[in-house]
């Protein structure tokens, strides 16, 4: 059945250059079979109402039907495409794969679960329309169902990210935005492998604002994204990323570990050649001593391994994504890899 639906897309005609479309919504999937439909019921009519569109699945292998269901999507509306990745890559990467692939004159990110609202992309639009770069889609309360430790664990993230990294990533946002081209051909050109777009987005810069919403429950399904593990990874990216804070703390608390302990010596020795006094060793001392030091220098040596792995990452140069596929591309253009079939790496050249 696949096959037939391929077979079938393969052989209609490319859509041309000069058919550039006002927007295009980047939405990566993975085991989503269950939410494509719901969010093409909604996100079309608003797209229709903004103008011309293209609607750009980026799909990491999954064992449910969530590319059939995707294939028989396009035979319906030739303005939704779906570009296949050799195995699974991650969201990330799929969004940056997405971000390399499409050619509307704007771009919205969101995922399939319409925990972000589709309708909301009407106010970005309109919103871009009045001279900004970036709209972002700004939460004003996350959904009661989520746990109490993660809705913690992000409203603190978002704070310490700021803190420590070089630029300011906009609080309670996500992926959810929308950006003209200019944006995202500068985000292109950058070769980092680590996508984290928020951050990315950040760097680069130019007029960017945000909408506010409420966040919605998820539509169907189970969510993909790991319940506590995400956020802590998200953190992670956004820090190290985009600062050098955790190297410096680390080098200042072994500076201030080391001045208590000289002082500490200098203090005993003082006593005990100026005023004879004799301080007995003390077994729990010295273990919670060692004890301290010995965690110290395994943070120390754990934060200095994130970084020496991501800068081993980037030496490798290996890609971000391989695309497998392409079903429905538009025609090839400068930059783009838009073969119907074919490997392709996903890194900017």
Same mark, same amino acid.
């Given at each position: 059945m696949v096959e037939q639906l391929e077979q079938r897309i393969v052989s209609r005609p490319l859509l041309r250059r000069a058919d550039q479309p006002d927007?295009? !919504?980047?939405? @990566?999937?993975?085991?989503?079979?269950?939410?494509?439909?719901?969010?093409?019921?909604?996100?079309? @009519? !608003?797209?229709?109402?903004?103008?011309?569109?293209? *609607?750009?699945?980026?799909?990491? @292998?999954?064992? =449910?039907r969530t590319k059939e269901v995707i294939l028989e999507e396009i035979l319906r509306n030739s303005r939704i495409r779906l570009l296949c990745f050799s195995r699974r890559f991650g969201q990330p990467?799929?969004?940056?794969?997405?971000?390399?692939?499409?050619?509307?004159?704007?771009?919205?990110? +969101?995922?399939?679960?319409l925990q972000d609202p589709p309708e909301l992309i009407a106010d970005l639009y309109r919103k871009l329309g009045e001279g900004f770069d970036v709209v972002m889609a700004k939460r004003r309360k996350r959904n009661k169902t989520e746990p109490l430790i993660r809705r913690l664990m992000s409203f603190v993230g978002y704070r310490v990210i700021n803190?420590?990294?070089?630029?300011?990533?906009? #609080?309670?946002?996500?992926?959810?935005?929308?950006?003209?081209?200019? +944006?995202? =051909?500068?985000l292109?050109?950058? #070769?980092?492998?680590?996508?984290?777009?928020?951050?990315?987005?950040?760097? !680069?810069?130019?007029?960017?604002?945000?909408v506010e919403f409420d966040r919605q429950e998820r539509a169907a399904g189970d969510s993909n994204y790991p319940r506590y593990l995400g956020s802590i990874r998200i953190g992670l990216n956004g820090i190290?990323?985009?600062?050098?804070?955790?190297?410096?703390?680390?080098?200042?608390?072994?500076?201030?570990?080391?001045?208590?302990a000289l002082l500490v010596g200098v203090y005993v020795a003082v006593q005990a050649l100026v005023f004879g006094e004799h301080y007995p060793l003390g077994f729990p001392t010295i273990t919670l001593l060692i004890a301290l030091l010995g965690g110290v220098?395994? +943070?120390? *040596?754990?934060?200095?391994?994130?970084?020496?792995?991501?800068?081993?990452?980037?030496? #490798?140069?290996? /890609?971000?994504? *391989? !695309? =497998?596929?392409?079903?429905? /591309?538009?025609?090839?253009r400068p930059g783009a890899g838009s073969a119907e079939n074919g490997i392709q790496a996903g890194r900017p050249s």
């Open positions: 927007i295009s !919504v980047i939405v @990566p999937v993975f085991r989503e079979e269950k939410n494509i439909r719901l969010f093409l019921e909604r996100v079309e @009519p !608003v797209l229709e109402a903004i103008g011309s569109y293209e *609607i750009l699945f980026c799909y990491d @292998p999954s064992p =449910d990467a799929a969004v940056m794969a997405g971000l390399h692939h499409c050619i509307g004159k704007s771009c919205v990110v +969101v995922d399939v679960d803190a420590l990294s070089d630029v300011e990533i906009p #609080k309670d946002t996500g992926e959810f935005r929308i950006m003209n081209r200019r +944006v995202i =051909d500068e292109c050109r950058l #070769k980092e492998g680590h996508g984290f777009l928020r951050g990315l987005v950040a760097f !680069v810069g130019f007029n960017q604002t945000f190290i990323g985009f600062s050098t804070a955790l190297l410096t703390g680390t080098l200042f608390a072994g500076i201030a570990i080391a001045a208590t220098q395994l +943070v120390a *040596i754990g934060i200095l391994g994130e970084y020496i792995g991501r800068v081993y990452d980037e030496v #490798k140069g290996r /890609p971000a994504y *391989i !695309v =497998d596929r392409f079903f429905n /591309p538009p025609e090839r």
